[in-house]
């Protein structure tokens, strides 16, 4: 099946710093990408969808400004944590499918921990 | 809105006894119905996905159905070993993509 990365796989950081996790579709293009937040013993909650060379839709109550999302290219998007606070400590998954179609299926990255200090 | 959710929240079994998790969703316009299977602090794994046109898949121990005009999936897992055990989350493509509560599984060696 078709491989998506994520880089780093965990990270800590200070507060108030900012933090980029990328996800990389690694065998195949990429037009719609997701990034996903879940809490200890909590269900995937989607945070924003974006499609390649377009601005990212995010979900109600996600900001945008905190949570900045770039797709530039078929690859590989980019979820930014600006000014990150213990409360953004979570863990991020992204995923990646080959269309914007619903009926495209959905591949996942394995996760970036992520631990504001 | 879509809602999935899957019952029980928590399941703990003897290894060697077949199990069913069940997950039942809202709107019954969904394209498929994916099984994944996610150990602690890992990301997803697939494990089935069935199409809307589909009834079951079928894959070494484990058996996916679906009833789209009930709203309900089961997951049976054949002779469960201890390496099983991690949470399992069904999630179902309508407009866009909606996961269940999920189910943690432990299997008692």
Not at chain 1, 94 to 100: D, I, M, P
Not at chain 2, 43 to 63: A, K, M, P
Not at chain 2, 69 to 87: E, K
């Amino acid at each position: 099946g078709a491989v998506v990365s994520q880089h780093p796989s965990w990270v800590i950081c200070k507060s108030g710093t900012s933090v980029k996790i990328e996800c990389r579709s690694l065998d195949f293009q990429a037009t719609t990408m997701f990034w996903y937040r879940q809490f200890p013993k909590q269900s995937l909650m989607l945070m924003a969808t974006s499609n390649e060379g377009s601005k990212a839709t995010y979900e109600q109550g996600v900001e945008k400004d905190k949570f900045l999302i770039n797709h530039a290219s078929l690859t590989l998007s980019t979820l930014t944590v600006t000014s990150a606070h213990p409360e953004d400590s979570s863990f991020y998954i992204c995923s990646a499918r080959a269309g914007q179609s619903v009926g495209y299926e959905q591949y996942f990255g394995p996760g970036t921990r992520l631990t504001v200090t | 809105k879509q809602e999935v959710t899957q019952i029980p929240a928590a399941l703990s079994v003897p290894e060697g006894e077949n199990l069913v998790l069940n997950c039942s969703f809202t709107d019954s316009a969904i394209y498929n119905l994916q099984w994944f299977r996610q150990d602690p602090g890992k990301g997803l794994t697939s494990l089935l996905l069935i199409q809307s046109s589909q009834r079951e898949q079928t894959s070494g121990r484990l058996n996916a159905s679906l009833d789209k005009s009930s709203g309900r999936s089961t997951l049976y897992i054949a002779a469960s070993q201890p390496g099983d055990s991690a949470t399992y989350l069904c999630a179902v493509t309508g407009n866009q993509f909606y996961f269940g509560t999920g189910t943690s599984l432990t299997v008692i060696p």
